[in-house]
T-cell receptor, first 112, second 113 residues
């Protein structure tokens, strides 16, 4: 069945780069997403990548997709305390109305 | 531009009581979802709807019912609340595949005593 795996915790120092990793199982995934959840709030879409792309960059965010290994990563450059949040990876299956499959989320803690 | 609005934001119930959580979206989205979030469990899909008048079961549907009588509203009902239903509930909506960008509400914290 479909499954999206993420490590649960990551701690980095302010100013360093953060890399959050995700593995997924469905090779037919069309889009892959990163959502951010700040404390006490709902999830917000951070960025997404179409499955025919290898990389997408958006300001401090870089998404890398390795389809062969079914591996997705989110790199945050110059990590700030405001980046402290839970980051969820999600995949959109290529099967019509099937809802997104979410990972359990990675809690990023930024140390000043 | 409200987006996705959930009411109420907080609620405390006694075991056996019933309640309805309301989700409203103003983006004309076809698809709507109800999730629950528990520590260490991530997001789990309860029920979803792919259009007005339709509903479908998600990963953890037992103990919940839903209705989508109007396109903009998606209601989640608990007929007889149990302590295991203590959780944070999130509603989301999207325009549907292929690019399912979900918009989430701010959540409802429910405690069942």
């Amino acid at each position: 069945g479909e499954d999206v795996e993420q490590s649960l915790f990551l701690s980095v120092r302010e100013g360093d780069s953060s890399v959050i990793n995700c593995t997924y199982t469905d090779s037919s995934s069309t889009y892959l997403y990163w959502y951010k959840q700040e404390p006490g709030a709902g999830l917000q879409l951070l960025t997404y990548i179409f499955s025919n792309m290898d990389m997408k960059q958006d300001q401090r965010l870089t998404v890398l997709l390795n389809k062969k290994d079914k591996h997705l990563s989110l790199r945050i450059a110059d990590t700030q305390t405001g980046d402290s949040a839970i980051y969820f990876c999600a995949e959109s299956l290529n099967s019509g109305n099937t809802p997104l499959v979410f990972g359990k989320g990675t809690r990023l803690s930024v140390i000043a | 531009n409200a987006g996705v609005t959930q009411t109420p934001k907080f609620r405390v119930l006694k075991t056996g009581q019933s309640m309805t959580l309301l989700c409203a979206q103003d983006m004309n989205h076809e698809y709507m979802y109800w999730y629950r979030q528990d520590p260490g469990m991530g997001l789990r899909l309860i029920h979803y709807s792919v259009g007005e008048g339709t509903t479908a079961k998600g990963e953890v549907p037992d103990g919940y019912n839903v209705s989508r009588l109007k396109k903009q509203n998606f209601l989640l009902g608990l007929e007889s609340a149990a302590p295991s239903q203590t959780s944070v509930y999130f509603c989301a909506s999207s325009s549907g595949p292929p690019n399912e960008k979900l918009f989430f509400g701010s959540g409802t914290q429910l405690s069942v005593l």
